[in-house]
């Protein structure tokens, strides 16, 4: 079982970047699949983006197309997300995922707020 855990969240001005971390432990990283996602106050918790386990195949939400960036490191065991030109909208708290692949096995970190203030 792998053990997720982000960092990285800040409050930040609308125009700033941040750039969030999530480190695995506990498991093979390179046989997880590796997404973010987050969850506003009142909201429900949606896709921003995704990375395979070789780390050449990536997809994103509409909402962050051409400002975040997701990316991965398999000798650090770390997932990154490159998030530019934040935006109010942008505020929630940020959760990696891990999906093992060829299982139905899914993990979740504890996340980690990221505010934006106009």
């Known amino acids: 079982q792998v053990q997720l855990v982000e960092s990285g969240g800040e409050y930040v001005q609308a125009g700033d970047s941040l750039r969030l971390s999530c480190v695995a432990s506990?498991?093979?990283?390179?046989?997880?699949?590796m997404a973010w996602f987050r969850q506003a106050p009142g909201k429900t918790r949606d896709f921003v983006a995704y990375?395979?386990?070789?780390?050449?195949?990536?997809s994103y939400a509409d909402s962050v197309k051409g400002r975040f960036t997701i990316s991965r490191d398999n000798a650090k065991n770390t997932v990154y997300l490159q998030m530019n030109s934040l935006k109010p909208e942008d505020t929630a708290v940020y959760y990696c995922?891990?999906?093992?692949?060829?299982?139905?096995?899914?993990?979740w970190g504890q996340g980690t707020q990221v505010t934006v203030s106009s």
């Open positions: 995922n891990a999906v093992q692949i060829a299982t139905t096995n899914q993990y």
């Open positions: 506990g498991g093979l990283f390179m046989t997880y699949a």
């Open positions: 990375i395979n386990w070789t780390g050449d195949k990536t």
